[in-house]
């Protein structure tokens, strides 16, 4: 893949995330000038994560990472608006809950209950190691996202 088709491809992820992004934002009644800056930052957000993972990351620290951007963005942007960072970071940051690893967890516990066999220890192990991926995952999310906000209050209070 050449950069120019690396470049499409992480639009087209950042536009779709910015939808969802948006739909979410809308959902939870965010103001209308909060609007672009919530799809931008989960444009951003989600891009950041594919092309982290697309390069060999795991889901869980690259989930970190574009958490970390997202608080950071959410951050700065609610301070310039003199409102709570909670309202740029929550909407851009629910498309980044890992679905399908929570989906898959929770089938192959159901798979492996209404089982006969004893002989269903690797699907339990790879439902243990779903749980484990979604648990993370949306641990170092909720983690990255506070994480910038907490720090900025932490040294504007010692200022």
Do not use: H
């Not at 700065?76 to 679905?99: E, K, N, Y």
């Not at 209404?114 to 170092?140: P, V, W, Y």
Request: charged share 10%; glycine share 10%; aromatic share 10%.
């Amino acid at each position: 893949m050449n950069d120019y088709d690396l470049v499409l491809l992480l639009a087209e992820k950042g536009f779709w995330a910015a939808v969802a992004t948006l739909g979410f934002a809308v959902l939870f009644n965010v103001p209308r000038y909060a609007l672009p800056y919530c799809g931008l930052i989960g444009a951003l957000g989600y891009a950041l994560r594919f092309a982290l993972m697309r390069d060999g990351m795991g889901i869980v620290f690259a989930t970190l990472l574009a958490a970390l951007l997202i608080g950071i963005l959410a951050t700065a942007l609610a301070q310039r608006f003199s409102v709570s960072g909670i309202l740029f970071a929550v909407s851009p940051a629910i498309p980044m809950i890992p679905g399908s690893y929570a989906y898959r967890a929770v089938m192959g516990v159901v798979t492996v209950a209404n089982s006969s066999s004893l002989a269903r220890g690797g699907e339990l192990m790879l439902a243990l190691d779903n749980a484990a991926k979604a648990m993370l995952t949306i641990l170092f999310l909720s983690f990255g996202v506070a994480l910038p906000g907490l720090v900025w209050s932490t040294l504007r209070r010692e200022t």
